[in-house]
């Protein structure tokens, strides 16, 4: 990994975070560096999340480095506290979904076993519940994510989802990704 990748990770997250303070505002976590990777570490194996690159969105939206990474995933909590860990084509699809941008055409992969705080199964830019975008909460899970994703057949496609059993989320939209709750 040279510093070429390291870059490009720096640059996506740069991206993202702009995309994401426009979303919705986030402040600082309170604590400790310390504090906040304690709380990162929920989102996936310890395994991965000890060699993970692990970001935090400060006040304003600028992205600090709190650990630099020598493996492909990158973490931080995302909506203010979810953690979550992601692999370099999930950060390039979560771009892309900040964005409003095309998906890459590559497969991704991301961890949240903490669970979520709920979103929209049928809108990928709902901000909060209403009646009919088909809010829907899932413990915790990963994503398959990416344009190869949609040709996965025989996962439920529609809006009001189980979160207990596999489904994709936001079918039909260029964002539609693959839930696999884990137990």
Known sequence: MGKRHALRTLALGITLTAAVATVQAQQQPAG?????????KAAAPEAVVKDATILVMEKGGAMRTVQKGT?????????????MCTDKVGMEWMHALMTHGAPPAKVGFMYMLAGDA??????????????????????????????????????????????????????????????????
């Not at 400790?32 to 990162?40: F, G, L, P, R, T």
């Not at 931080?76 to 506290?81: H, L, P, Q, S």
């Open 32 to 40: 400790s560096d310390a504090d906040y990777i304690a709380k990162v």
């Open 71 to 83: 493996n492909e995933f990158t973490c931080m909590t995302i909506g203010g506290d979810t953690p």
């Open 118 to 183: 709920g979103a929209s199964n049928t809108d990928p830019f709902a901000t909060g519940p209403k009646p009919d975008n088909h809010w829907v909460k899932t413990g915790p899970h990963v994503m398959i994510l990416g344009a190869p994703e949609k040709a996965m057949e025989g996962y439920p496609r529609t809006a009001d989802a189980d979160p207990t059993k596999p489904y994709v989320m936001w079918a039909g939209t260029p964002y539609e990704h693959l839930m696999v709750p884990v137990h």
